[in-house]
T-cell receptor, first 110, second 115 residues
Framework: QKEVEQNSGPLSVPEGAIASLNCTYS??????FFWYRQYSGKSPELIMF????GDKEDGRFTAQLNKASQYVSLLIRDSQPSDSATYLC??????????FGTGTRLQVFP | ETGVTQTPRHLVMGMTNKKSLKCEQH?????MYWYKQSAKKPLELMFV???????ENNSVPSRFSPECPNSSHLFLHLHTLQPEDSALYLC??????????????FGPGTRLTVL
């Protein structure tokens, strides 16, 4: 079993729709959860992090965490073509090691 | 200059060459990281330095040799690489390395091709 699993996609959504990106993890001791966006040929950039169960909202982005189900998701409201990228889920225990998933490619079409 | 910078951005080398990748962070962070990103694979952590001390070596072959002369600079020395080492090498930094809540910020990466 992979430590962090993501559907590779592509996930295609129309402009203005809600994009839902999902991630599951295997280590129950995981404490911190991060979402990075990576445009093709570019480096990852942090979008959001979440530590507690529930929802965390930042602009058009909402991260949702359910530790009991070992599940973290990212919702993007009012999706724009500029949101088209690969979204990386990363999980950390109480150490310095971030474990990344392979990423989900999102395509937002006009 | 701000954030995390890396040089060179692209590097092509033969298997017998010796080269070095450079990373510099301008964020006042204490921890720096090297990652490898290959196609269709997750980001792989290679090395972690905290206050210039290596705290993590993730079973990386000895043909990769890191160096951290101070908290702002990190090098990755390369020698006798293999074609399968071709990848994007990313440097990152964070305020600290011992707490899981510290956010890591990435540099633009060096695209390495080994012929």
């Amino acid at each position: 079993q992979k430590e962090v699993e993501q559907n590779s996609g592509p996930l295609s959504v129309p402009e203005g729709a809600i994009a839902s990106l999902n991630c599951t993890y295997s280590d129950r001791g995981s404490q911190s959860f991060f979402w990075y966006r990576q445009y093709s040929g570019k480096s990852p950039e942090l979008i959001m992090f979440i530590y507690s169960n529930g929802d965390k909202e930042d602009g058009r982005f909402t991260a949702q965490l359910n530790k009991a189900s070992q599940y973290v998701s990212l919702l993007i409201r009012d999706s724009q073509p500029s949101d088209s990228a690969t979204y990386l889920c990363a999980v950390s225990r109480n150490t310095d090691k971030l474990i990344f998933g392979t990423g989900t490619r999102l395509q937002v079409f006009p | 200059e701000t954030g995390v910078t890396q040089t060179p951005r692209h590097l092509v080398m033969g298997m017998t060459n010796k080269k070095s990748l450079k990373c510099e962070q301008h964020l006042g962070h204490n921890a720096m990281y090297w990652y490898k990103q290959s196609a269709k694979k997750p980001l792989e952590l290679m090395f972690v330095y905290s206050l210039e001390e290596r705290v993590e070596n993730n079973s990386v072959p000895s043909r990769f040799s890191p160096e951290c002369p101070n908290s702002s600079h990190l090098f990755l020395h390369l020698h006798t690489l293999q074609p399968e080492d071709s990848a994007l090498y990313l440097c990152a930094s964070s305020q600290d390395s011992i707490t899981s809540t510290d956010t890591q910020y990435f540099g633009p990466g060096t695209r390495l091709t080994v012929l």
